[in-house]
């Protein structure tokens, strides 16, 4: 089988891959692709793709409607660089609330001052800050990086109120009791002298944090974006914080707007760029692909549903790729005589994905009779 990497994947990532998996540079012959944050939106991608593993949670550079319609599967790893995210969000926090910036850069402009330890004393009183200590943090989203932002925040003595429509009672179950959940934003508006972004980039987010919503907030407050830029209305922002309703704004994704503006502080999306975030999404895309390909086993898909249909011990597996049509009649009128063992669909959206066991080998033809369906997508063998 193999496998294209887009961009540099960590080295103890790839090594994950066993005998079976050859990694190459040549696209057109790829069967399986890993990728960071290279644009795919523009490349023509061979016919025999299978897979694409996104080494991080953000998709937004990959095609997913078409990739589905393709009956390639991406995936993606969520959580796998969460805590070098976390990490990262409260330094931001922590920048922002002491003006560590500031400081650090008047250090190195008056570095030639043979007294500079003297002239240190009168000058750091620009450069204080307050501390975050007993201070409001409103988290919004709860995922896997939300979540542990909020957890960090609270050990550190934050008030911290939370936000996530979408919280499963797993995750609800590991945050400390002592965290305020809402399902009114407007609260955390009101009351937050901290904000910390944690959603994906959807039509129903673009753009949420706008004038709006800045004429709500409590005058003074910060917001933290390590999501997505576009989450943020960059006009209504530079208004915001001329009034003082936005004191500072943090983010990972700078643009040209944002990186030339007052009070903004800048980082050039290192939020995942750790060694440990690196390796662990790479094993993480790494195991998804293998698993997918050896067993049909689809977990943290993007564009098709969860399954898993567990050890084979079948003589052949067959993994469909259909439209969200009821083919089960059809698929079993091919397999008439056959003896299945077990069968498995599920269905996100629009997209379905359907294995059978069966204890005999399946010819070629009958794969055929499948492929030719109306609705679906893509069929393969698993021996």
Known sequence: MRVVCLNNISPTGLN??????????????????????????????????????RAGAGVNNIPLDKMAEAGV??????????????????????????????????????????????????????????????????VIGLGAVGGKV??????????????DP?????????????????????QIYKVSDFMSLHLPLLDSTRYMMNEEVFEKVKPGCTLLNFSRDALVDD??????????????????????????????????????????SEENCAYMA????????????IMN????????????????????????????VQFMDILFNKPVLNIITKTKGSKSVTIFDIDEDIPLDCLHKFKELEGVIRVRKIS
């Open 73 to 138: 599967v991406v995936f993606n790893t969520p959580g796998a660089n969460a805590n070098g995210v976390k990490e990262l969000v409260i330094a931001g926090l922590l920048i922002a609330s002491r003006d560590i910036v500031g400081g650090v850069n008047w250090v190195k402009a008056n570095q030639t001052d043979e007294a500079i330890s003297k002239s240190i004393e009168k000058a750091k009183v620009a450069f204080g800050g307050n501390e975050i200590f007993g201070k409001t943090i409103g």
């Open 286 to 297: 790494c195991h998804e692909l293998m698993k997918f390909v050896e067993t049909g086993t």
């Open 166 to 186: 979408y919280l499963s009672d797993e995750a609800r179950s590991t945050l400390p009791n002592e965290i305020m959940l809402t399902d009114n934003l407007d």
């Open 150 to 163: 909020a957890e960090a925040c609270f050990n550190l003595g934050m008030k911290v109120i939370g936000f």
């Open 16 to 53: 994950e891959f066993t005998k079976k998996y050859e990694i190459i540079d040549d696209l057109t012959k790829a069967e399986l692709i890993v990728v960071r944050s290279a644009q795919m939106h523009d490349i023509d991608l061979p016919k025999k793709l299978l897979a694409i593993a």
């Open 235 to 276: 006009d209504d922002l530079e208004q915001a914080i001329a009034s003082g309703k936005i004191k500072k704004y943090v983010t990972d994704f700078p643009n040209y707007k944002t990186a030339n503006m007052e009070n903004v502080i800048c980082i050039p999306h290192l939020g995942a760029s750790t060694e440990e």
């Open 301 to 328: 898909s993007v564009n098709y549903p969860r399954i898993d249909p567990g050890k084979q011990e079948s003589v052949s597996r067959i993994v469909v790729l259909h439209q969200k049509e009821d083919l089960m």
